[in-house]
């Protein structure tokens, strides 16, 4: 079973940037599609971007493209997220999953327990 740690969440201003990881430990994450979502109080979880195993195939939802990159380094058994110009509603804890590839979030089996990202206006 793999496990999963969120870092490098925080409180930024409007326009800043932030770089999220997601380190695995247990299992390998190579074979693993990965994805990182968002949930902000009252709202439901949300796709932000996934990441096919060779790190070849990238997807982003709207609201992010362009601003946001997801990255892997499989040797380093990491995954991480780039997020610059940030904005206001880009406020949410973030969550790491391993998993088959899906902007659904119920087809990824492993979770992270999420990194608060705050920013502020």
């Known amino acids: 079973q793999v496990q999963l740690v969120e870092s490098g969440g925080g409180l930024v201003q409007t326009g800043g940037s932030l770089r999220l990881s997601c380190a695995a430990s247990?299992?390998?994450?190579?074979?693993?599609?990965m994805g990182w979502f968002r949930q902000a109080p009252g709202k439901e979880r949300e796709f932000v971007a996934g990441?096919?195993?060779?790190?070849?195939?990238?997807n982003y939802a709207d609201s992010v493209k362009g601003r946001f990159t997801i990255s892997r380094d499989n040797d380093k058994n990491t995954v991480y997220l780039q997020m610059n110009s940030l904005k206001p509603e880009d406020t949410a804890v973030y969550y790491c999953?391993?998993?088959?590839?899906?902007?659904?979030?119920?087809?990824?089996?492993?979770w992270g327990q999420g990194t608060q990202v705050t920013v502020s206006s």
């Open positions: 999953a391993a998993g088959s590839y899906s902007t659904n979030w119920y087809r990824y089996t492993t």
């Open positions: 247990g299992r390998t994450l190579r074979n693993y599609s």
């Open positions: 990441i096919g195993v060779s790190g070849t195939f990238t």
